[in-house]
């Protein structure tokens, strides 16, 4: 018969998987599939939400990430019940990694505790990096493109160079700034801007 020490260390190497079930709230889902298939797959507790999957806003997913610890598995039914945004589920996935803890998706089959598993999230990982190089790319692409056509980045003014003409003038005139803003319909700060850059402009 194994003694006390023998038992505590079996229990100790046993992971302690931790549930996490969520649905649309939008679409009125029973989450009750979900926790049954976590339940059955061995955890000892589900934390269950009603939340859209693209809202970072979730309390019971932040719980269940405080709570987890070194040799904890973080379980799922499916990996979009996690997040439907990459970047979310990496940040998330890091803060597991950080806690000592695994993840597992169980209609994926992902395990992040065995080798398998781990490969898995390297490519998910590799697979985001690369996205974020594509869109610096294009952003750098479209900026060069730009500048090659004569166009300067950032917020287009909402006047333009001859309602800015005008402004001038009527400011000149003795209109208020107020007046100016409500007539041309925009705030007092861009009528305010226009004199400014006159200014600055005048030599």
């Keep these: 018969m194994p003694n006390i020490t023998q038992k505590q260390q ?6 302690t998987l931790l549930g996490y079930a969520r649905v649309s ?3 009125d889902q029973d989450p009750a599939p979900q926790i049954e298939a976590l339940e059955a797959a061995g955890c000892k507790r589900v934390y269950d939400e009603r939340v859209s999957g693209g809202c970072w806003d979730r309390p019971e997913l932040h719980r269940l990430l405080d709570r987890l610890g070194p040799g904890d598995v973080l379980t799922v039914w499916k990996l979009d ?3 439907r945004s990459l970047k979310d589920l990496l940040l998330i996935l890091d803060k597991v990694e950080k806690a000592g803890a695994g993840f597992r998706s169980l209609t994926e089959n992902i395990d992040s505790t065995t080798a ?3 490969m898995m999230m390297q490519m998910l990982g590799a697979f985001a990096e690369f996205e974020r190089a594509m869109v610096r790319e294009r952003t750098q692409a479209g900026l060069r493109s730009a500048r090659a056509q004569g166009r300067r980045g950032g917020r287009q003014p909402k006047l333009s ?5 005008e402004v001038r003038a009527m400011l000149m005139a003795g209109r208020s700034a107020a007046d100016v ?3 041309f319909r925009v705030h007092r700060a861009t009528i305010s801007r226009i004199v400014s850059n006159a ?4 030599p």
């Design 10 to 15: 079996k229990n100790a190497a046993s992971p």
């Design 25 to 27: 709230k939008a679409e």
């Design 81 to 83: 019940r996690l997040s």
């Design 116 to 118: 398998s598993g781990r």
């Design 161 to 165: 160079p001859q309602q800015q003409a």
């Design 181 to 183: 803003a409500r007539l």
């Design 199 to 202: 200014a600055v402009a005048a």
